[in-house]
């Protein structure tokens, strides 16, 4: 596997409340993403990144905001999390852009009470 | 970026080959077409990729008609261990922020 690693991989919180999720890669891929996986929805892109303070909205963006200072972390973070941002988020790398290969990280349980 | 349709759900018996068609009829022209494989509780796994015509690996084939309308991901004597979630993804370069995954293929595969 890929050397992507996700914090926390379980997380419960209330309404309200600041929460991040850290996705850190040892590989010094340019691209990293951060989706999120819903029951009868697939995966969504939340956001991306194509380098160190580069990054774009993805499909589902409202709500979250990310930062990456350095190449190896991609930081997720809900401002105010709210219950329909209960879900699975997934983060993954890659080289060449939407169009490459892509390596998944392990995922993180949200729930947001 | 082209919208893909797949098939909710697919069975299956180990030993048999089994294909999941991916409808795209918008494709774009420098879109590619690409299939993950998702196990419960793991983050998709990428299968294959491919452009146009017949691309195969060890673990798979892609056949892709001229028109590029649809595509076809084939699986050789599946196993139990095949059983997943297929996505199919459709995309260039430029994709930009629209890239998703669709709501993927179940495959079940029985002994």
């Known amino acids: 596997d890929a050397g992507i690693t996700q914090s926390p991989r379980h997380k419960v919180t209330e309404t309200g409340t600041p929460v991040t999720l850290r996705c850190h890669q040892t590989e010094n891929h340019r691209y990293m993403y951060w989706y999120r996986q819903d029951p009868g929805h697939g995966l969504r892109l939340i956001h991306y990144?194509?380098?160190?303070?580069?990054?774009d909205k993805g499909e589902v963006s409202d709500g979250y905001s990310v930062s990456r200072s350095k190449t190896e972390d991609f930081l997720l973070t809900l401002e105010s999390a709210t219950s329909s941002q209960t879900s699975v988020y997934f983060c993954a790398i890659g080289d060449r852009g939407l169009i490459d290969t892509q390596y998944f990280g392990p995922g993180t349980r949200l729930t947001v009470l | 970026l082209a919208k893909t349709t797949q098939p909710i759900s697919m069975d299956s018996y180990e030993g048999q080959e089994v294909n999941i068609t991916c409808s795209h009829n918008n494709i774009a022209t420098n879109d590619y077409i690409t299939w993950y494989q998702q196990f419960p509780s793991q983050g998709p796994r990428f299968i294959i990729q491919g452009y146009k015509t017949k691309v195969t690996n060890e673990v798979a084939s892609l056949f892709i008609p001229a028109d590029r309308k649809s595509s076809t991901l084939s699986l050789p004597r599946v196993s139990l261990s095949d059983t997943a979630v297929y996505y199919c993804l459709v995309g260039g370069d430029n994709a930009g922020n629209m890239l998703t995954f669709g709501g993927g293929t179940r495959l079940m595969v029985k002994p």
């Open positions: 990144s194509y380098g160190v303070k580069d990054t």
